[in-house]
């Protein structure tokens, strides 16, 4: 595709409820970042896989989040029995390279912007 | 532990000024500092930068590095008011983790007015 594509662009969820997002990367892109944005605030990184592997899950503030690239594409970050202190956007990010000085080029999708009531 | 700060956290100024956003780090292992840009979507790229002192310049806009005094400085001339949004600067931390994870700032909010 022309860009990082994410969906729902937004989703409204009950305080305890299951969500899923997904990120479709650049077609071809091997790495796959997911960040979590606050209001006001600059993006702070979750987790990275390098195709389907999960390379650093370092974080992930809690078990209740969990992220998933089975078959080293689309990607799906699913957060378990939803708090209020989830609410925030999250981004996804890929870059086309592995190494070199280029792989930090992410270039990012829009983002779902989750609100737990 | 690493840290990305900038400032100010806002600006408001109209069309034609020149603004300067500035970036400070505090990485334990500097591998490379970006810039986005960020409208109500996605973070747009703007520069990456890895060494000092070397300008890198995309029409109105232009930034640098000191990997010495440990900060980066975005300049934008002429503004717009297309050229409304957050700034985001990044470091990668080039840690034994070796995935180009990216530590962001807080990001400066510029408003220009017409």
Partial sequence: GAGVS????????????????????????????????ALGQG???LTYFQNEAQLDKSGLPSDRFFAERPEGSVSTLK???????????????????TSGPFKNIQYFGAGTRLSVL | EDKVV????????????????????EVTNFRSLLWYKQEKKAPTFLFMLTSSG???????LSSILDKKELFSILN???????????????????????????????????????
């Fill in chain 2, 76 to 114: 934008i001339t002429a503004t717009q008011t297309g050229d409304s949004a957050v700034y985001l600067c990044a470091v990668e931390e080039g840690g034994s983790s070796n995935t180009g994870k990216l530590i962001f700032g807080q990001g400066t909010t510029l408003q220009v007015k017409p």
């Fill in chain 2, 6 to 25: 900038q400032s100010p956290l806002s600006l408001v100024v109209h069309e034609g000024d020149t603004v300067t956003l500035n970036c400070s780090y």
């Fill in chain 1, 79 to 97: 957060i378990q029995r939803t708090q209020q202190e989830d609410s925030a956007v999250y981004l996804c990010a890929s870059s086309p390279w």
């Fill in chain 2, 54 to 60: 070397i300008e890198k310049k995309s029409g109105r």
């Fill in chain 1, 6 to 37: 994410q969906s729902p662009r937004y989703k409204v969820a009950k305080r305890g409820q299951d969500v899923a997002l997904r990120c479709d990367p650049i077609s071809g892109h091997v790495s796959l970042f997911w960040y979590q944005q």
């Fill in chain 1, 43 to 45: 993006p702070e990184f």
